[in-house]
């Protein structure tokens, strides 16, 4: 049994596939510029959540301050002394936080001298909160101080406090008013929640209106990704349409590269065309002058001018694949041409069974075809030719990670190709049986022609018992 002839994988083609990869993702343009504008987005967002709420908090501060001191002049001018040094009077604060009993809102007034006796606190505070000394929180030069103090609850307080002389006799007091800083805090942090779930929302809304912007603003790009696509595929010849004045020169110049590489195809085909047409007229004066001498000699020109005409035809159609093999992709759709050629060599040979398995999917071959017509040909022509009785050819797109290869298998119940000689039936000019008709290049030109494609050809033996040529080409998405 023979054994499959090793070949080179396909190499992958990163132009097929129009959706980006996750590998991709990170080149992409599009991902780049939304990636750069949420990322600056969520920066000025915090920024100003944080300037916004450090502001508020300032405010809040100073404005409970603004708010101590104001109840500690209302307290101090709420309070007298009696001839007796009793303190007196009944402040209103106008606060109903200072009647709640253990509300974190308080006030005090206590003896600062000699001569004064009593105190006064509001209905709010049930015991006594104790103020640190003087010499470790001193008085300012108005006779003010405030600090930190924990609550009847363990609420932080902040204590603003003064002594304030209340008679000609020099008799003074200590006033203290007591805010609730915990209230303060909660109403601080109250503030930021909102304000970051109002942020958070216009956040959001920002990032998916600028991705949009983008995203349509990119959107010409596609366009031409696109067209440039359906360039490479044949199903265009230019890009056509409207672009933005930035892509415009883009489109142009592209649309120029393709103009020019037809001129670059066309003229190595008349370069080609001209070649073959000057050597036609000397090789037939060979042929027919070899057959005009006539004997062992004659026919020896016949023969060679015959193999140097074949040869020549050869590398011609290699010149013509090299020269379009990079340029814009043609389309050639498989099944039809297959099925002509199939019907052809069945007329051509009624005595050998020709069987045809087609797809049911369209599978259109990225390339020429004459190419495919010759490559076809020959291994048509070569399975005929060897096969007793049949001839099964079949035509399977790819299965796999790989869509865009597609493989034609054509094989005959033939005496096939000895495992020792597979490699050799493909060099050119080495034919195998000299009792059969040929000049020995049908499989040594398939072969060129599929390395010219980027392609895989393998000869192996058939379940029919004779040869098994596969092909495997890249087709169209």
């Not at 991709?24 to 920024?47: C, E, G, K």
């Not at 003010?144 to 932080?156: D, H, K, P, V």
């Not at 912007?213 to 067209?227: D, S």
């Amino acid at each position: 049994m023979s054994r499959r002839r090793k070949a080179e994988p396909l190499p992958t083609n990163p132009t097929v596939g129009r959706r980006l990869s996750l590998r991709a993702w990170p080149r992409s343009l599009t991902f780049r510029v939304i990636a750069f504008s949420t990322v600056w987005a969520i920066l000025t967002l915090v920024v100003i959540f944080t300037l916004i709420t450090t502001l508020y908090r300032q405010a809040s501060e100073r404005g409970f301050d603004s708010l101590l001191s104001a109840h500690l002049f209302n307290l101090i001018g709420s309070i007298g002394i009696s001839d007796s040094g009793a303190l007196t009077g009944s402040p209103d604060l106008g606060d109903l936080r200072f009647s709640e009993p253990n509300s974190g809102w308080y006030w005090s007034v206590e003896p600062a001298s000699e001569g004064v006796h009593g105190d006064l606190h509001s209905s709010s505070m049930t015991r006594t909160i104790p103020s640190p000394d003087v010499a470790d929180v001193p008085f300012n030069a108005n006779f003010q101080r405030s600090y930190a103090a924990q609550g009847i609850n363990g609420e932080e307080l902040v204590v603003f406090e003064s002594e304030f002389v209340l008679d000609a006799k020099n008799r003074a007091a200590r006033f203290r008013v007591m805010g609730n800083k915990t209230e303060l805090e909660q109403e601080i942090a109250t503030f930021q929640r909102r304000l970051l779930t109002y942020l958070s929302l216009f956040g959001i809304g920002m990032i998916a209106i600028n991705a949009i912007a983008i995203l349509l603003g990119l959107q010409p790009l596609r366009r031409v990704r696109n067209a440039l696509a359906m360039v490479r595929e044949g199903t265009a010849q230019r890009l056509d349409g409207r672009f933005p004045a930035e892509i415009e020169p883009l489109a142009n110049e592209t649309n120029a590269l393709i103009e020019n590489n037809k001129r670059i195809v066309e003229r190595s085909r008349t370069q080609v065309g001209n070649l073959a047409h000057s050597l036609k007229t000397p090789l037939a004066v060979l042929l027919n002058e070899g057959r005009a001498l006539g004997g062992a000699k004659g026919q020896l020109i016949a023969e060679q001018a015959a193999s140097m005409q074949k040869q020549i035809d050869h590398y011609l159609q290699r010149a013509r694949v090299a020269a379009q093999r990079d340029s814009v992709v043609y389309r050639t759709p498989v099944a039809p041409l297959v099925q002509r050629m199939v019907r052809v060599l069945q007329k051509l040979n009624p005595r050998t069974s020709l069987s045809l398995s087609l797809p049911a999917t369209e599978i259109v071959f990225a390339g020429e075809r004459e190419d495919l017509e010759e490559l076809l040909g020959n291994l048509l022509e070569n399975a005929v030719k060897w096969a007793r009785s049949a001839v099964a050819i079949s035509v399977v797109p790819l299965a796999g990670k790989d869509e865009s290869l597609f493989e034609i298998s054509i094989e005959d119940d033939g005496p096939g190709i000895p495992e020792d000689r597979a490699r050799e039936a493909l060099k050119r000019g080495r034919r195998l049986d000299e009792t059969k008709p040929g000049t020995g290049l049908g499989l040594a030109i398939v072969a060129d022609l599929v390395n010219e494609y980027g392609g895989v050809l393998a000869l192996e033996r058939s379940g029919m018992g004779g040869l098994k040529a596969t092909v495997r080409l890249r087709s169209l998405q």
